[in-house]
Protein backbone atom coordinates (compact mmCIF):
# COMPACT_ATOMS: atom_id res chain seq x y z
CA UNK A 1 0.00 0.00 0.00
CA UNK A 2 1.66 3.57 -1.23
CA UNK A 3 1.97 6.14 1.95
CA UNK A 4 -0.46 8.32 0.44
CA UNK A 5 -3.18 5.61 0.37
CA UNK A 6 -2.25 4.82 4.30
CA UNK A 7 -2.51 8.44 5.35
CA UNK A 8 -5.58 9.01 3.66
CA UNK A 9 -7.06 5.44 5.31
CA UNK A 10 -5.57 6.97 8.93
CA UNK A 11 -7.27 10.39 8.69
CA UNK A 12 -10.77 9.14 7.30
CA UNK A 13 -10.67 6.13 10.33
CA UNK A 14 -9.69 8.94 13.01
CA UNK A 15 -12.98 11.40 11.81
CA UNK A 16 -14.67 8.35 11.51
CA UNK A 17 -13.97 7.20 15.02
CA UNK A 18 -14.60 10.56 16.28
CA UNK A 19 -17.99 11.10 14.57
CA UNK A 20 -19.26 8.20 15.83
CA UNK A 21 -18.75 8.94 19.60
CA UNK A 22 -20.53 12.33 18.66
CA UNK A 23 -23.57 10.22 17.42
CA UNK A 24 -23.95 8.23 20.75
CA UNK A 25 -23.61 11.37 22.66
CA UNK A 26 -25.72 13.11 20.56
CA UNK A 27 -28.64 10.45 20.99
CA UNK A 28 -28.02 8.54 24.18
CA UNK A 29 -27.63 10.19 27.38
CA UNK A 30 -24.64 10.12 28.58
CA UNK A 31 -23.24 12.22 31.39
CA UNK A 32 -19.98 14.10 30.57
CA UNK A 33 -20.58 13.25 26.74
CA UNK A 34 -24.10 14.46 26.43
CA UNK A 35 -22.91 17.95 28.34
CA UNK A 36 -20.52 18.67 25.63
CA UNK A 37 -22.37 17.81 22.70
CA UNK A 38 -25.94 19.04 22.93
CA UNK A 39 -28.11 18.72 25.66
CA UNK A 40 -31.70 19.16 23.65
CA UNK A 41 -31.52 16.68 20.76
CA UNK A 42 -31.71 13.45 23.23
CA UNK A 43 -35.00 10.78 23.03
CA UNK A 44 -36.16 8.51 25.60
CA UNK A 45 -37.18 6.30 22.43
CA UNK A 46 -35.17 3.42 23.64
CA UNK A 47 -35.38 1.47 20.03
CA UNK A 48 -33.84 4.87 18.82
CA UNK A 49 -31.04 5.18 21.42
CA UNK A 50 -30.17 1.24 20.11
CA UNK A 51 -30.35 1.76 16.99
CA UNK A 52 -27.89 5.08 17.37
CA UNK A 53 -25.53 2.89 20.18
CA UNK A 54 -25.56 -0.09 17.61
CA UNK A 55 -24.73 2.04 14.53
CA UNK A 56 -21.99 3.92 16.43
CA UNK A 57 -20.30 0.52 17.68
CA UNK A 58 -20.01 -1.01 13.91
CA UNK A 59 -18.59 2.57 12.87
CA UNK A 60 -16.07 2.80 15.65
CA UNK A 61 -14.78 -0.86 14.65
CA UNK A 62 -14.71 -0.41 11.83
CA UNK A 63 -12.49 2.58 11.81
CA UNK A 64 -10.33 1.11 14.92
CA UNK A 65 -9.68 -1.34 12.07
CA UNK A 66 -8.96 0.95 9.37
CA UNK A 67 -6.56 2.78 12.16
CA UNK A 68 -4.74 -0.49 12.46
CA UNK A 69 -4.78 -1.48 8.32
CA UNK A 70 -2.81 1.77 8.12
CA UNK A 71 -0.42 1.62 10.66
CA UNK A 72 0.61 -2.20 10.14
CA UNK A 73 0.31 -2.63 6.71
CA UNK A 74 3.49 -2.83 4.60
CA UNK A 75 4.68 0.03 1.49
CA UNK A 76 4.29 -1.06 -1.80
CA UNK A 77 7.88 -0.60 -3.29
CA UNK A 78 8.45 0.26 -6.88
CA UNK A 79 11.85 1.17 -6.91
CA UNK A 80 14.75 0.77 -4.36
CA UNK A 81 17.36 3.21 -3.64
CA UNK A 82 20.94 2.68 -2.80
CA UNK A 83 22.49 5.37 -0.65
CA UNK A 84 26.38 5.90 -0.78
CA UNK A 85 29.16 8.54 -0.23
CA UNK A 86 28.75 8.65 -4.24
CA UNK A 87 25.21 9.38 -4.94
CA UNK A 88 22.30 7.79 -4.53
CA UNK A 89 21.42 4.92 -7.03
CA UNK A 90 17.31 3.96 -8.08
CA UNK A 91 16.88 0.46 -9.46
CA UNK A 92 13.16 0.09 -10.92
CA UNK A 93 10.66 -2.83 -10.06
CA UNK A 94 10.51 -3.17 -13.96
CA UNK A 95 14.33 -3.49 -14.71
CA UNK A 96 14.96 -6.40 -11.93
CA UNK A 97 11.83 -8.20 -13.52
CA UNK A 98 13.86 -8.03 -17.19
CA UNK A 99 16.95 -8.96 -15.83
CA UNK A 100 14.81 -12.18 -13.97
CA UNK A 101 13.23 -13.08 -17.36
CA UNK A 102 16.64 -13.06 -19.40
CA UNK A 103 18.93 -14.76 -16.78
CA UNK A 104 15.88 -17.87 -16.93
CA UNK A 105 15.44 -17.57 -20.56
CA UNK A 106 19.66 -18.15 -20.81
CA UNK A 107 18.49 -21.32 -18.71
CA UNK A 108 17.47 -22.31 -22.26
CA UNK A 109 14.56 -24.79 -20.50
CA UNK A 110 12.40 -22.58 -21.01
CA UNK A 111 10.08 -19.82 -22.56
CA UNK A 112 7.69 -17.34 -22.85
CA UNK A 113 8.58 -16.08 -19.42
CA UNK A 114 7.02 -13.54 -17.32
CA UNK A 115 8.16 -12.27 -13.72
CA UNK A 116 6.11 -10.34 -11.20
CA UNK A 117 8.19 -8.70 -8.41
CA UNK A 118 6.85 -7.26 -5.01
CA UNK A 119 8.99 -5.50 -2.82
CA UNK A 120 6.88 -4.84 0.48
CA UNK A 121 7.93 -4.04 3.95
CA UNK A 122 9.77 -1.49 6.22
CA UNK A 123 13.04 -4.47 6.18
CA UNK A 124 12.49 -4.77 2.20
CA UNK A 125 11.82 -8.40 1.45
CA UNK A 126 10.63 -9.53 -2.10
CA UNK A 127 7.79 -11.73 -3.41
CA UNK A 128 8.61 -13.26 -6.75
CA UNK A 129 5.71 -14.68 -9.36
CA UNK A 130 7.21 -16.37 -12.25
CA UNK A 131 5.18 -18.18 -15.26
CA UNK A 132 6.83 -19.58 -18.30
CA UNK A 133 6.32 -22.43 -20.98
CA UNK A 134 8.52 -25.64 -20.92
CA UNK A 135 10.28 -26.58 -24.09
CA UNK A 136 9.91 -30.16 -23.59
CA UNK A 137 6.47 -32.11 -21.78
CA UNK A 138 9.04 -33.65 -19.31
CA UNK A 139 10.75 -32.51 -15.81
CA UNK A 140 8.41 -29.46 -15.45
CA UNK A 141 8.89 -29.70 -11.43
CA UNK A 142 12.98 -29.87 -11.84
CA UNK A 143 12.63 -27.19 -13.87
CA UNK A 144 10.52 -24.97 -11.25
CA UNK A 145 13.05 -25.82 -8.68
CA UNK A 146 15.74 -24.35 -11.39
CA UNK A 147 14.11 -21.24 -11.80
CA UNK A 148 13.50 -20.96 -7.97
CA UNK A 149 17.49 -21.10 -7.75
CA UNK A 150 17.99 -18.33 -9.91
CA UNK A 151 15.66 -16.23 -8.87
CA UNK A 152 17.36 -16.38 -5.68
CA UNK A 153 20.29 -16.18 -6.57
CA UNK A 154 19.67 -12.87 -8.95
CA UNK A 155 17.45 -10.74 -6.47
CA UNK A 156 20.69 -11.44 -4.01
CA UNK A 157 23.07 -10.64 -6.51
CA UNK A 158 20.74 -7.25 -7.74
CA UNK A 159 19.60 -6.06 -5.06
CA UNK A 160 20.91 -7.93 -1.66
CA UNK A 161 17.17 -8.25 -0.68
CA UNK A 162 15.85 -11.61 1.16
CA UNK A 163 13.41 -13.34 -0.98
CA UNK A 164 10.29 -14.27 1.09
CA UNK A 165 8.39 -16.36 -1.12
CA UNK A 166 9.29 -17.55 -4.72
CA UNK A 167 5.87 -19.04 -6.84
CA UNK A 168 6.89 -20.69 -9.97
CA UNK A 169 4.56 -22.02 -12.50
CA UNK A 170 5.62 -23.83 -15.30
CA UNK A 171 3.13 -25.20 -18.32
CA UNK A 172 4.03 -27.61 -20.45
CA UNK A 173 4.03 -26.83 -23.95
CA UNK A 174 1.26 -28.63 -25.25
CA UNK A 175 -0.92 -26.43 -23.63
CA UNK A 176 0.04 -23.86 -25.57
CA UNK A 177 -0.45 -25.34 -28.59
CA UNK A 178 -3.64 -24.95 -28.58
CA UNK A 179 -3.58 -21.32 -27.73
CA UNK A 180 -3.39 -18.93 -31.38
CA UNK A 181 -0.23 -17.36 -31.03
CA UNK A 182 -0.63 -13.90 -32.03
CA UNK A 183 0.89 -12.80 -35.23
CA UNK A 184 0.83 -9.64 -37.42
CA UNK A 185 -2.48 -8.43 -39.22
CA UNK A 186 -1.68 -8.11 -43.02
CA UNK A 187 -4.56 -5.80 -44.24
Known amino acids: MRHFSKFAILILSVIGLVQSLWLIGLVVPIDYLSKVVIGTTQ???????LA????????????????????????????????????KLSISQRA???????????????TDVKANIRITGRKRKTRVR????GRDNEGLVKIGEEIQ??????IGRIMD?????VS???KPRDSMKNKRTRQPRVV
Open 130 to 133: ISSV
Open 96 to 110: VEKVLQEAILSQGSV
Open 149 to 154: MIVVKE
Open 52 to 87: AFGFSILIGLTCIIGILFSLLAPTKVKSLEFHSPNG
Open 168 to 170: VKV
Open 161 to 165: IPVKK
Open 43 to 49: TSDIWIE
